[in-house]
C-alpha cells in the first residue's frame, strides 16, 4: 500500500516520552542509583476529602452511565466561584467555561478551533514542547517567539499577523511569573496580528515570595481575544485524574465544546464530583503544596548560586549551564538527571530545567549532587 503522508509526520519527538527513555536507559547503567529531577510529576496527591468524594460518588450506581458532554453544571459552578474569589475575575460558568479532560487537551484544542492550515502560530521560546506538537497536528506554522530575561515576549520581533499565540505563566520551563504590563501588552498584540490568545495558567497557583496569582482574565480585554487554561493537576495534586479547564471569550469555549462534543463523550462523574469537593471544600492543601514548593526552591537556588538559576513560581527552577557542561554529562558523572533546555525551544540552548515536584529527601541528594558544577 502507498504510504500517504499525514500531519502526524509533522510531530515533533514527545519531548518528555524521549527524556525518560534515556533516563531509564542510564539508571539501568551500573553505578549509583539515579537520581531523576528531570520530570515534573506531582509528587502530593490531593487531600483525603478529595479522595473521599471520589469513593463515595463511584459507589452510586448512576455515575457509571455517559455524563453530560459538556460537564457538570456544578462543576462549571464550582470553578467560576474560585476564579471569582482568588483571582478576582467574574465568570459565567454556563458560556464561559469549558470542562476539559486535563488542560493538556485544552491547549491542543486551541489550535485546531482556531488555526486553519498553514496559519501562523505564536510560542513562547523556551516553551512548553506540547505547544509544537498542537502547532503540528493543526498542520499550522510555528513562529517561536524569544523571551527576554524577564520571560516576557519580545513583542519588537513578533509577527504583524498570526492567528494564534500561546502564553504561559508562571511559565514552564523558565518559572517566570507574569511580569508587569504583559498581558495588557499581548492583548494589545493580538488585536494588531488578528490573533487569538490562550494563556496557560497551569502553574497559577504555585507563586513564590508573596506574589500574588495573577489570572489573565483580570486583565481588561483578555476576554475579547482569548482565554485561560486552568489545571487541577498543579494546584491540587490531581495530574492523573484528567480534569482541567478553558475559561473564557464565549465564542472560543463554544468551539472547543463542539469539537468535544465529537471527539470524547465526557469525563467520569465521578471525578466530576471530585472536582467540585476540590475546588469547592477546604484550600488548605493549595497553601501547603505552595509552601513545600517554595522551600525547596529555595534549596535548590542556594545549590545552584552562581549559574542565574531562577524560580518565581512553578516547580522548577530554570539554571544556566556551565561552559562545556551538558546535561548528558551530569547523568553520566553525576547520576542526575535534568531537562536539556534546548527541548523547550533554540533560546534553551545551555540551559536546564529541574524539577522540584520530588520527594525532600531525593531532591537534598541530587541538589548535593549538583552542588559545584
Ligand atoms: C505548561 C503546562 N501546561 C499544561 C500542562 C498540562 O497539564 P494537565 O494536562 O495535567 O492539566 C503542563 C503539564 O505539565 C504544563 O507544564
Not at 24 to 34: C, R, S, T, V
Not at 49 to 75: I, Q, S, T
Not at 115 to 122: D, K, M, P, S, Y
Not at 266 to 284: K, N, S, T, Y
Request: aromatic share 8%; glycine share 10%.
Amino acid at each position: 500500500m502507498r504510504a500517504r503522508p499525514t500531519r502526524l509526520d509533522r510531530l515533533p519527538e514527545q519531548y518528555f516520552t524521549a527524556l525518560l527513555a534515556r533516563v531509564a536507559a542510564a539508571a539501568a547503567q551500573d553505578g549509583e542509583p539515579l537520581i531523576d529531577l528531570g520530570r515534573g510529576n506531582p509528587d502530593i496527591g490531593p487531600p483525603p476529602h478529595v479522595a473521599d468524594a471520589l469513593c463515595a460518588a463511584a459507589r452510586r450506581p448512576e455515575v457509571h452511565g455517559y455524563a453530560p458532554f459538556a460537564g457538570l453544571p456544578a462543576l462549571k459552578e464550582a470553578i467560576a466561584a474560585r476564579y471569582c474569589e482568588v483571582y478576582g475575575v467574574d465568570v459565567d460558568p454556563e458560556r464561559e467555561v469549558a470542562v476539559l479532560p486535563g488542560s493538556k487537551t485544552g491547549l491542543m484544542e486551541f489550535a485546531q478551533v482556531c488555526v486553519e492550515r498553514g496559519e501562523a502560530i505564536v510560542l513562547p521560546d523556551p516553551g512548553y514542547p506540547d505547544y509544537r506538537s498542537a502547532v503540528a497536528l493543526a498542520a499550522a506554522r510555528h513562529v517561536p517567539l524569544a523571551l527576554l530575561a524577564d520571560g516576557r515576549p519580545d513583542w519588537d520581533a513578533a509577527p504583524r499577523e498570526a492567528a494564534a499565540l500561546y502564553l504561559n505563566y508562571p511559565s514552564n520551563p523558565v518559572a517566570a511569573c507574569a511580569p508587569a504590563g504583559v498581558f495588557e501588552e499581548a492583548i494589545a498584540w493580538a488585536e494588531r496580528a488578528g490573533a487569538w490568545v490562550m494563556h496557560d495558567f497551569a502553574y497559577g497557583d504555585l507563586v513564590f515570595d508573596g506574589r500574588r496569582p495573577a489570572s489573565f482574565l483580570a486583565t481588561e480585554g483578555a476576554r475579547d481575544v482569548g482565554f485561560e487554561l486552568f489545571s487541577m493537576s498543579k494546584s491540587y495534586g490531581m495530574a492523573g485524574w484528567r480534569l482541567g479547564f478553558a475559561i473564557g471569550n464565549t465564542e472560543v469555549v463554544a468551539r472547543i465544546e463542539d469539537l468535544q462534543n465529537h471527539q470524547f463523550a465526557g469525563i467520569f462523574m465521578a471525578v466530576q464530583e471530585a472536582g467540585v469537593a476540590a475546588l469547592a471544600g477546604p484550600q488548605d492543601s493549595v497553601e501547603e503544596r505552595r509552601v513545600l514548593y517554595e522551600a525547596r526552591r529555595d534549596r535548590a537556588l542556594a545549590a545552584l548560586a552562581g549559574h542565574d538559576a531562577r524560580g518565581e513560581g512553578t516547580f522548577f527552577v530554570w539554571f544556566r549551564l556551565p561552559d562545556g557542561m551538558t546535561c548528558e554529562r551530569l547523568l553520566e558523572e553525576r547520576r542526575v538527571a535534568v531537562a536539556p533546555g534546548e527541548g523547550f525551544g533554540e533560546q534553551g540552548r545551555g540551559w536546564a530545567r529541574l524539577s522540584l515536584a520530588t520527594a525532600d529527601e531525593k531532591l537534598d541528594l541530587g541538589l548535593e549532587r549538583l552542588r559545584g558544577i
